[in-house]
């Protein structure tokens, strides 16, 4: 319906007449004929988002930044190829054409053609805008008529937007009233909230330039309603102001009366607008309206009014007999001036009115913000806010595409909340195994209008530590008190450990014994982000972790007790006794989970345990697993976010758990890529200490030249640790130095050569200068006088003798300060075994190294070696568990039934 002149007609001349429709004195055409059967109403409503996909088949691709793959019969997993992106820096853009502002209306098909109405497309830096005038004639004042023209992003008039929702506060969206546009006064049918809007707006006088969506976006080029709806946040920014229609009964207008301007923050405090009546048409007291009530109205509902008010420069809102202003500065004054809480509204969001953008950590905070808000097509409730959110830096920007089905949109938008914001606290959310298996166990319930606010505005942040330390103790409390009771196993000298996502404890290296590699899985562990692997599955929708196994289930948990509300989160917490199969044969372990969820109902025999290590600062998260017909798959059972491990000291209980309470997760599932990076670790420490303070760690300290290990820095000494590995010993004297030759080498090799380095039978010689040997003495003699590696010194009668500090110099008044032999010496000459060194620099060697070496994880030459380390961690790494073992600390998970494998599953 659009233009009613005949066909031949060039030249319209238009004219009304009282009461009448347009006709035409060119042609005669009158547009009453087009309008008959309009009466009747032509709807508005608009087709239904796409089916979603069957399971199995449901070919996800959005959002390009999560990364989707396809798992192969052999269990492998090829990625997905991805969209190609679009500039980072710039305006979202929409993927495809079938975007619409407000009411998500897609199209079957592209459309661009010439329109009566429109003329041309619009270019991508243009936008149309419409130019109501001043009634000329009284007798065609009953009708609308409007120009539109068309202006460039940069080179544009003053215009004002318009804020309003096509069906009203009664949601009456037909199409039955029409709009004349243009010199032809082609037919444009609209509602009757926005034909009453437009009458409102006329100019009494000259012109008034409005910018309204429904009129200035051709709805039926679908092209160009993308481009334009892409570039709504500009039109809605770069205005002179918001023009907000809350509908007509709330407007009272009167010929020749100018209604009084007054600030938002001022309505139902020092001003009150006087309403229509309902009746008569005319002002009449009503109830009070303050903002709290204005914002029970159905507009500030709907999800597309957000980004309009909020990107706005500046509002008016025409209430009653009065208009009402606001911008930036409104509501701080407002708060100012009263206790209204927003959050309480079904627009906490409006607080942020007229500041450009709402200020969110991420995606999930702006949902939260939003979440109670709605829309005709469920995914606006993504799509019409995502003009708010300012990525950070380096992070993808999400874009519309109504092309995609409602769940294909919902799963692509929690997984990446999930996976690159790191909101993995969503899972708490997650449907769990209640929904039945059509639905993904790892997503929050997406399908329900209500859902939204319920997963956005409740889903709890992750527990700090001193909270999880306060649950301990609570916990611990409870046992002693009802365990018996309940449980039967317990008594009174059990205490609860629980795994943290870092060792907070370490034993001393002493003397003689074995280097301990514990202190550096801190630092390491944080090195490979826990989300860097994790996929979605493109055809089932599976979320791919990696997580660690903990434990499998016996039996359903049992209750021992409430815990009381969560001192952060306000949620009320249970503890939970459940028995893990025993790994250790004789043992019967219990273990202890609080959470909010009813876990006595939920958890079944054989759910497994599952730890997941999110962010670095954060602590652990246990997920309760059920086991598919193929091991590799899982549902989702229940987010847990405390577990404790009931231990009994009377045991063979290693000392740092007594005093700790706690088992650091880098023990408990070490991988290769730990491993290697420990490597890197521990030898960059080692060169620090070689280069700084004196260390009794280190036997060659300053007699290493100094400037090539500065110059090779952490590779200088790994030719030297791969050798003291590849060394066989022997127990013949004459074949020690053939056998110990390759380390040795490698060790001369660091020496300054200023000291004659050598090997002399089975022993290590070293000489220096009497005056260097003076300075050497005085700097670091406790590295001479270890126990681990006995030092000899030439005497005088050419005999050796142990370096000791009482005879490290003689007592000569003429020649103070000249060490050993006599006071004419120029040399001093020492020696030590070379098995003894050959030990040490073993020792020395990084505990990883070592195991890594010794299990063939990193080749067989020292070539191999080295760009092996030098590469750095595979993918495979992460998955391969290290050779290294605490004895003690295996034993202890062993009898607690803890298996702490790294895996990746497949959670569906």
């Not at 926005?194 to 000259?206: E, F, S």
């Not at 016996?554 to 893990?580: A, C, E, M, T």
């Not at 004297?733 to 056998?739: F, G, P, T, V």
């Not at 490290?808 to 020649?815: D, G, K, L, Y």
């Amino acid at each position: 319906m659009s233009r009613w002149h005949e066909k031949y007609c060039q030249s319209p001349d238009v004219y009304i007449t009282d009461g009448s429709a347009p006709r035409c004195r060119g042609c005669g055409g009158s547009a009453a004929t087009v309008l008959q059967g309009v009466e009747q109403g032509a709807s508005s409503s608009f087709p239904a988002p796409p089916l979603d996909e069957p399971y199995g088949k449901m070919n996800l691709t959005w959002p390009s930044a999560v990364r989707y793959v396809r798992v192969q019969p052999d269990g492998k997993t090829v990625e997905v190829e991805r969209p190609s992106r679009q500039d980072e820096g710039q305006a979202i853009q929409p993927v495809t054409t079938s975007i619409v502002p407000k009411h998500g209306k897609s199209e079957p098909q592209i459309t661009t053609q010439m329109s009566p109405i429109y003329g041309r497309a619009l270019a991508p830096d243009e936008f149309r805008s419409i130019c109501l005038s001043a009634v000329q004639n009284e007798s065609t004042s009953h009708l609308l008529h409007m120009n539109l023209e068309v202006h460039q992003d940069d080179n544009c008039p003053d215009y004002e937007a318009i804020s309003y929702t096509w069906g009203g506060e009664d949601n009456e969206s037909s199409l039955c009233q029409p709009i004349y546009i243009g010199e032809y006064w082609d037919i444009l049918l609209q509602t009757k909230n926005c034909w009453a809007m437009l009458r409102y707006l006329r100019p009494t006088r000259g012109i008034r330039l409005i910018w309204v969506d429904a009129i200035c976006i051709n709805q039926n080029d679908t092209v160009e309603r993308g481009s334009q709806v892409a570039k709504m946040g500009q039109i809605y920014s770069q205005c002179s102001q918001v023009v907000v229609w809350l509908g007509s009964d709330l407007v009272l207008q009167k010929a020749g009366v100018y209604p009084r301007r007054y600030r938002l923050s001022e309505l139902g405090h020092s001003v009150s607008p006087r309403l229509p009546s309902q009746d008569e048409g005319q002002g009449s007291p009503q109830h009070i309206l303050d903002i709290t009530s204005l914002l029970e109205r159905r507009y500030f509902s709907r999800v597309w009014v957000i980004q309009e008010l909020i990107l706005a420069p500046r509002i008016i809102l025409p209430i009653g007999n009065m208009i009402f202003w606001a911008d930036a500065a409104t509501l701080k004054y407002r708060e100012r001036g009263t206790d209204l809480s927003l959050q309480r509204t079904t627009a906490p969001w409006f607080e942020h009115l007229a500041r450009g953008s709402l200020q969110v950590a991420g995606l999930p905070e702006l949902m939260a913000l939003t979440s109670k808000s709605q829309a005709t097509d469920d995914r606006d409730r993504l799509f019409g806010v995502l003009g708010l959110y300012k990525k950070k830096e380096g992070e993808f920007a999400l874009r519309p595409d109504y092309s995609l089905s409602l769940q294909h949109v919902s799963v692509g938008f929690f997984a990446h909340c999930i996976i690159n914001q790191q909101k993995f606290q969503l899972l708490s959310k997650a449907t769990g195994v209640t929904q039945g298996r059509s639905s993904l166990t790892w997503m929050p319930e997406w399908k329900s209008r209500n859902s939204w606010e319920e997963i956005f505005l409740n889903f709890h942040e992750v527990y700090e530590q001193p909270e999880v330390d306060s649950v301990r103790l609570t916990a611990e409390a409870l046992l002693n008190k009802y365990s018996s009771n309940v449980i039967g196993l317990l008594s009174q000298d059990y205490t609860l450990v629980y795994f943290t996502r870092e060792r907070l404890f370490s034993r001393p290296i002493q003397e003689g014994t074995e280097r301990n590699s514990y202190f550096y899985k801190e630092t390491v562990h944080n090195k490979r982000p826990w989300n860097r692997s994790v996929f979605v599955d493109a055809d089932t929708g599976a979320l791919g972790l990696d997580l660690v196994r903990l434990c499998s289930i016996i039996d359903r948990p049992r209750l021992v007790s409430k815990l009381g509300v969560s001192q952060s989160r306000g949620l009320p917490l249970s503890l939970y006794g459940f028995q893990p199969k025993a790994i250790s044969q004789g043992t019967s372990p219990y273990h202890f989970i609080a959470s909010a969820l009813e876990l006595d109902k939920v958890i079944k025999q054989n759910d497994e345990v599952f730890i997941l290590h999110p962010a670095p600062l954060q602590t652990l998260v246990y997920l309760v697993l059920r086991p598919t017909s193929d091991e590799h798959y899982f549902k989702l059972v229940a987010y847990c976010s405390f577990l404790f491990l009931g231990t009994n000291y009377g045991e063979n209980t290693m000392e740092y758990l007594k005093n700790t309470h706690t088992v650091g997760l880098g023990l408990l599932h070490g991988t290769v890529a730990e491993d290697i990076d420990v490597i890197s670790t521990e030898l960059d420490v080692l060169l620090k200490d070689l280069l700084s303070s004196p260390s009794t760690a280190h036997p060659f300290r300053l007699l290493a030249d100094n400037e090539s290990i500065k110059d090779n820095t952490l590779w200088s000494l790994l030719p030297l640790f791969i050798a003291s590995m590849g060394t066989i010993k022997t127990s013949r004297l004459e074949d020690i130095e053939n056998h110990y030759s390759k380390t040795l080498r490698s060790y001369l090799n660091l020496i300054d050569q200023r000291w004659r380095p050598q090997i002399l039978g089975s022993f290590f010689h070293i000489t220096f200068n009497s005056i260097i040997w003076q300075e050497i003495w005085d700097a670091s003699q406790s590295e001479f006088l270890s126990d681990a590696v006995v030092w000899e010194y030439l005497s005088t009668w050419k005999t050796w003798k142990k370096l000791e500090r009482s005879n490290a110099r003689i007592n000569s008044s003429s020649a103070p300060g000249i060490p050993f032999i006599a006071n004419q010496a120029h040399e001093v000459t020492i020696r030590c075994n070379i098995d003894q060194l050959h030990n040490r620099i073993q020792f020395l060697a990084p505990r990883p190294l070592l195991d890594l070496y010794k299990a063939g994880l990193l080749g067989v030459s020292d070539s191999d070696v080295e760009a092996r380390l030098r590469a750095g961690p595979v993918e495979e790494d992460f998955h391969t568990r290290s050779p290294f073992r605490d004895e003690d600390l295996q034993q202890f998970l062993a009898r607690n039934g803890i298996d702490g494998r790294a895996c990746q599953v497949h959670i569906v």
